[in-house]
Every structure is written in C-alpha cells, then in structure tokens.
C-alpha cells in the first residue's frame, strides 16, 4: 500500500545540477528516517545521505559540500540537491524511507524504484 516514488534523475555535464525528489504515499502512520542511497554498476549500494524525523543529517564523504539533503514532511517528500556534479556520481539513485505503519507497528523500510542519474565528462 506505500509507495515511493522518485523522480529527477537525468543526463547532466559535469559541474552540473540534479534535484531529486521522491513521495511518499499510502496509509501512513509515521515517517522516521528518510534517505537516498546509489549505485553503480559493479558496485554495492552506498549511502549517499540520510535525514532524520528531526531533521538531522548524514552524508557521504565523497558528496559533502556538494549535495544536500531535505525533506518536506506535509507532502511525504524528501529531496536531494546535487550540485557540482562528477562523473563519479554516475549510478541509479534509490529513494528510502524508513515507515510505522500503525502505532503498534514496527519500523519497515521501504525502496523507490530507483532513477538514473548520469554525469558526462
């Protein structure tokens, strides 16, 4: 019944600027942690930023200074702002978002689709 769906990735030069969001839909109880996480071919999933309910944030290293991670909790959404973009960024971005379904419920974590994200050089 939860849904997440992304949106935002595209072809971009580097040094470029990529928005990705992602919404949340469905019956809802809470939404706690939120995130984005790549990957690239060959290459385990990574994390690439996280954002509490509280607001607190997390990101790779190798994007620090470059992406910034948000969130819209009246409308479900949480984004990442992706500046100076590298041909390293190269990989499918997936959406996360950690959800109580109900107030008896544990915590179950749910996956976008995924969006291509692809940098030239």
């Known amino acids: 019944q939860v849904q997440l769906v992304e949106s935002g990735g595209g072809l971009v030069q580097a040094g470029g600027s990529l928005r990705l969001s992602c919404s949340a839909s469905?019956?809802?109880?809470?939404?706690?942690?939120m995130g984005w996480y790549r990957q690239a071919p060959g290459k385990q999933r990574e994390l690439v930023a996280g954002?509490?309910?509280?607001?607190?944030?997390n990101y790779a290293d190798s994007v620090k200074g470059r992406f910034t991670i948000s969130r819209d909790n009246a409308k479900n959404t949480v984004y990442l702002q992706m500046n100076s973009l590298k041909p390293e960024d190269t990989a499918v971005y997936y959406c996360?978002?950690?959800?109580?379904?109900?107030?008896?419920?544990?915590?179950?974590?749910?996956w976008g689709q995924g969006t291509q994200v692809t940098v030239s050089s």
């Open positions: 996360n978002a950690d959800i109580l379904l109900g107030p008896y419920r544990d915590n179950e974590r749910y």
């Open positions: 469905g019956s809802i109880f809470r939404i706690n942690a």
């Open positions: 954002i509490t309910s509280g607001g607190s944030t």
